[in-house]
């Protein structure tokens, strides 16, 4: 089985479907409340970017956080951006606002990923595959967010790692941390997500996800600041 998150666009309508590895990996941790947390110090392998403070124009009239991909892309024919640099921010200048906003007549979510956004115009298929490398195992992802859910709507934030199985050819999920979010947050609020591994292999790819609205139906307005994310790890692990 394929291990990543697939998307599903009409033609802008993109529906998140996790594949079935990963619902049943994390079937257990949805029915748990997660435990709020503040932010660890930062040590060990981190994510680029993480503090959102780097963007970059890609020469179409947005800008996208360096080392992120957003859907920004592929909506820009229409100059209606989901994914954008805001100056609300916890820490240093700049925050990632999520903006679930109508795109020819579809409501589409703000997300962004460390991974690849790849739209199949024939098919009206949009997959977010792949990811970063990454060979160490943090115990939890830190951050701090506004949530902001229209009536019904939820936010999602999910980190995945996986390596690649030589003898079966194949990638497998290794570890997996996840956090659905349906209520107001309007004040920035620091979070924590535990990490899980399912074995004792050591990753070598890691990919992260932040979603503004439920993918099998997304409300227009939905809204999520996110910012500072960082890995956290045991102590004594050091850069």
């Known amino acids: 089985m394929k291990k990543y998150i697939i998307f599903r666009a009409f033609p802008f309508l993109i529906v998140l479907v996790i594949t079935s590895l990963l619902i049943s990996s994390c079937k257990k941790d949805e029915e748990e409340k997660i435990e709020e947390k503040p932010p660890v110090p930062v040590v060990g392998e981190q994510m680029p970017n993480g ?5 970059t ?8 956080p360096d080392d992120w991909q957003t859907p920004n892309v592929s909506t820009t024919i229409l100059q209606i951006y989901t994914t954008t640099k805001s100056t609300d921010a916890v820490k240093g200048l700049y925050s990632a606002k999520l903006e679930t906003k109508s795109v020819g007549g579809f409501n589409t979510p703000g997300v962004i990923t ?3 956004f790849i739209v199949d115009y024939v098919n009206f298929t949009a997959y977010l595959t792949g990811g970063i490398p990454f060979t160490e195992k943090p115990t939890s992802l830190s951050g701090s967010f506004k949530n902001l859910p229209a009536a019904g709507d939820s936010t999602l934030i999910i ?7 030589t003898a079966e050819s194949k990638t497998d999920t290794i570890g997996l941390g996840v956090k659905y ?23 070598d790819t890691m990919n992260l996800h932040v979603v503004s609205s439920n993918m099998l139906n997304p409300q227009e307005g939905s809204t999520m600041y996110i910012d500072n994310l960082v890995f956290g790890y045991p102590e004594g692990t050091s850069k």
């Open 57 to 64: 124009d890609p020469g179409l009239g947005f800008e996208d």
């Open 51 to 55: 503090d959102m403070e780097l963007w």
């Open 181 to 203: 979010n349906t209520e107001t947050i309007a004040s920035w609020t620091d979070f924590s997500i535990p990490i899980n591994y399912f074995n004792t292999e050591v990753p």
């Open 114 to 116: 460390l991974g690849k």
């Open 159 to 165: 980190v995945y790692f996986t390596k690649y199985n």
